[in-house]
């Protein structure tokens, strides 16, 4: 048996996808960047393959993507986390419909990206160098509230009132920000949901600049907490798909890349 | 502040200055393989300028700070003209000091070469010709005078279609004729001034087989050296860098002939327009050819804007001749200053056709509002013609690096996967 595999080394965790060749996904797992990514890259990889029962010289390819891409020397080739995204959305959101737009927040930055039918990148938008509104924030929002991150959720749905606006989606200024409002009476709850109402807001806009179309795909770690779902769903109207692979989508699809490079490669063997 | 720590201080700043070009420059190099023999000259003229000080021109120098400033009318009144613009985040961190930090890191830079009396060859400066184009620069203009330095305001009207704008600037340019050899202690003749708009045309004329020769396909020469080449004209001595691109454009043409491909052969091809890159901010050409992508033209203001329309001169005579200078310089101009972008829009539309692009980058410095407002309708006419673009927002400074370079790269594959889809 052959298989493929796909690492996406992002800024705050590593994600491994292992797949065969029916590009179906056998197995993925999730891990923290921490310091030496490399190390943990490398790591989770073998620890999914021990899981998996799937020996190293049995994976034909492997391609990676994410910020780490080009240090993990031991991938047979790297691709950008906009391609990987749009290929693995169109694949894993397929039951759902024709998906033409992707939203993706990740722990530092969003992305918005509009495919074709085939899962070809046809416009994307990413925020600017700023990691307002992303995973770290909401990181940082939670440290700051003492709740846990998969308490956000809970706690979106929890609100009484209306929630506060939150002005500064800002990584760095939320801790002054959430304690001046705090201070000024709000409940958890209401601040809870005005983070995520702020965080849908900037991320609805960056997805009109590339247009909205078809079926919506929402991934990324963050796409897991369930009361940002329901905020990005009212300010978009429209209901989003969130995949079971929500975290690993871009894993995925550079998986699937690495099996179509493998039988590239193998089709200009034959061919030489 | 003590003349101990001011001289340590300018002793840093020349350091982290020499360094971020020397990075710049081992990343041109040795990051791409078979650099053309004839590009040696210009990695060892910024080598020699930026990293070691060595001064490359003598003479009054005038520092200028825009494209739209006649170097002929310089070079005739005895001047050797210089342009400041700069590209070093040093520059910019020092510039900060006297501008809004939101404001252009490109106005910021430039500021701060004048206020850090860096090169030391620049010391000896006659004064500088400040262009009265966007906000920032115009009220640089006057932080350079608080700095003490002479500085002549040329004035150029918003508007370029228009007999009343083309009048206003004919009269600007007319006085700053006037007024050069006070700066240059030169003075302006018919003779003078024919012989610099004669030196100034063979200079172009080298400059245009070079850009030519970059419709080939595939490329013949990277876009980073390109960039380097436009670059090393805001203050190589006219007649050496002509002979330069001469020799460059000799061995392109061999490469030519041999059917050499400086990229992959089907690398996309880009076309880069917005802010200009300036060394050593070379950071987003970099990234596109590290990704795979080969820039084959570029509109912008540092390197293909400021050399491809010639001077055309009715009558020898003073008059006419300096008037036929000043319309050289307005009527092809297609800053964003201007109110309409009419002419950007066709000379990218033309621009991509003749140099069979695939897509576009839109570079705009944070804090150049009129670059960021022009991008919507560029983008719009780009789109329309069926032209892909992306648009990219940056500064001076490294830390964006990571963030762009998926940007790039996730651009370049699309281009890649669009034209598979053609076929």
Known sequence: ?272 | MSETQHLRRQELTAKQHAREAAETLTRLEDGFPDNPEAMSYFYDLFRRTFCENEPVQTGPLVGTTCIQVPDELVRAAGGVPVRLCNGAHTMDQVGAEFMPSKSCPLVKATLGVLHSDLPEWLKGLKGVVNVTTCDQKRKAGSLMEEGGYAVHHLEIPPAKDSEPARNYWRESVRDFAKALPELTGGKLTRRSLRDAILENGRAQQAYRRFHRLRREKPALLLGKDAFLVGNAFFFDDLDRWTEAVEALVAELEQRHADGFSAAQKRAPRILFTGSPPVFPNLKVPLLIEQAGGVIVADETCSSNRMLYDAVTVDEWNLYDMVDAVADRYLKPCTCPIFTSDADRKRRLLEMAKEFQVDGVVYQTFAGCQVFEMEHRSINQTLDAAGIPSLYVETDYSPDDVGQLSTRVEAFIESLKTRRRRAR
């Open chain 1, 1 to 272: 048996m052959t298989y493929y595999a796909g690492i996406d080394i992002g800024s705050t965790a590593i994600k491994t996808v292992l797949i065969d060749d029916g590009e179906e996904l056998l197995d993925s797992r999730t891990a923290p960047t921490g310091s030496h990514f490399h190390h943990s890259a490398l790591d989770a990889f073998e620890v999914m393959l021990g899981k998996a029962g799937v020996a190293r010289e049995d994976v034909a390819f492997i391609t990676a993507t994410g910020y780490g891409r080009k240090l993990f020397r031991e991938a047979d080739e790297s691709i950008s986390e906009i391609t990987a995204n749009a290929i693995g959305a169109k694949k894993a959101g397929a039951a759902f419909g024709d998906v033409r737009t992707i939203i993706n927040i990740g722990g530092q930055d969003s992305k918005a990206i509009r495919v074709d039918d085939e899962g070809n990148v046809v416009q994307f938008a990413m925020n600017d160098k700023c990691a307002a509104g992303t995973g770290r924030f909401l990181d940082m929002a939670a440290r700051n509230l003492e709740i846990d991150l998969e308490e956000l959720g809970t706690y979106h749905f929890m609100l009484k009132g209306a929630p506060p606006p939150i002005n500064s989606t800002c990584a760095v200024f939320a801790e002054s920000e959430l304690i001046g409002l705090l201070a000024n009476g709000h409940s958890k709850e209401e601040i809870v949901a005005g983070i995520h109402y702020s965080i849908a807001k900037r991320t609805v806009r960056l997805a009109k600049r590339v247009g909205v179309d078809g079926r919506v795909y929402f991934d990324g770690g963050p796409a897991l907490n369930r009361g940002l779902v329901a905020a990005m769903e009212e300010e978009l109207m429209t209901e989003l798909v969130i995949p079971e692979i929500a975290q690993v989508t871009t894993a995925y699809g550079a998986a699937i890349l690495a099996r179509e490079a493998a039988l590239d490669e193998c089709e200009e063997g034959h061919g030489t």
